[in-house]
């Protein structure tokens, strides 16, 4: 199985933005959605989208501070993150799925990016 890529992670100050990046995220042209992991917390469900229709779902501690998005003829998948806070930072993952089932577990999705490093300052 070939996995997704991450891009666009670094450091930033609180209040601050990014946009992640994640290539290949269409390939079951089901279920894409973004996941992330702190050094002391386990994964946790950020964002997650369908393919075709764009039908969206938040994390409640996101929500209405990112913005998950995709280019369907580019096989893109985006997560615009603003207002960032320091409770943000982890290893932000991208993933892609077969169905449309449970969309907040891990066990839904079965292709993965190697994750990138997002840090926000206090």
């Known amino acids: 199985q070939a996995q997704l890529k991450e891009s666009g992670g670094g450091l930033v100050q609180a209040g601050g933005s990014l946009t992640l990046s994640c290539a290949g995220s269409?390939?079951?042209?089901?279920?894409s959605g973004w996941f992330r992991q702190g050094p002391v917390k386990e994964r946790e469900f950020v964002a997650a989208?369908?393919?075709?229709?764009?039908?969206?779902l938040y994390a409640e501690s996101i929500q209405g501070r990112f913005t998950i998005s995709r280019d369907r003829t580019r096989n893109l998948m985006y997560l615009i993150m603003n207002n960032l806070k320091p409770d943000d930072t982890g290893v932000y993952y991208c993933?892609?799925?077969?169905?449309?089932?449970?969309?907040?577990?891990?066990?839904?999705?079965?292709?993965w990016g190697q994750g990138t490093q997002v840090t926000v300052s206090s």
């Open positions: 989208i369908t393919w075709n229709v764009g039908t969206t």
């Open positions: 993933a892609a799925g077969p169905t449309r089932n449970k969309q907040t577990q891990p066990a839904s999705y079965n292709f």
């Open positions: 269409g390939r079951t042209n089901w279920l």
